[in-house]
């Protein structure tokens, strides 16, 4: 489905289904944020994250093509060049909203949110700027954006994300960074990290597990000691998926 954003920017999105699905019935809502950003969510099957495994237990998935993504047009691609986070975020909620307000099978009270990568930034990003998500997941998702710059493999595209480098202290340097926002982390959150990933480094991880337990955040934390930026392993997918389904449950 695609609806508009109030500055008229048009938002697709994939609504999947649990298996056995009872259009009578109410299902609880995971929102499931693709990294990136520059790709973009398909009609697809593929095991990194899996549509139909995550809402097996008995939830609605909703994947949203935020700003940012990619098969939209070079304009709607390049519309978070100095707008990291908050914007594509409002568009992850909007989509909710939509969502919700569209298909009454979706119970509106009972949502999570979650993703890897720039999809676990965005969940970083969520855990300090909205209370409305039950639980969150963030897999090798940054929180503090300036040790980001200087640890990762990548420097220049989050430059031009941020509209120059971090000692100049731009406005979104200063405003769209996860960890400026500790104060106001309240939702209970599975973090998980490979600890060989060099993009998002295990650092950033531990700084917001810091945050976390220093604001006394209900959470888990999960090190893949042999995994990098993706968990790639069987036998660790296996136990990721299990963790990810336990996590979950408790919440939804």
Known sequence: FW???PDGRRIHNLLVRPAGFDPAK????????HGGP?????DQFFLRWNYHLIGAPGYVVLLTNYRGSTGFGETFAQAIHQDPFRGPANDVNAAADEAIKRYAFIDGERQCAGGASYGGHLANWL???????RCLVSHAGLVNAEAQWGTSDTIYGREIAAGGPPWEQGPVWREQNPIRLAASFKTPVLVTIGEQDFRVPLNNTLEYWSALQRMQVESRLIVF???NHWILKGENSRYFY????DW???YL
Do not use: K, S
């Open 127 to 133: 855990q300090g700027t909205t209370t409305r998500y």
């Open 3 to 5: 609806f508009d954003m």
């Open 38 to 42: 520059h790709i973009m969510w398909r």
């Open 248 to 250: 979950l449950a408790r």
């Open 242 to 245: 299990a963790e990810l389904r």
């Open 26 to 33: 109410r299902y609880p809502l995971f929102v499931l944020i």
């Open 225 to 227: 000691p042999d995994e």
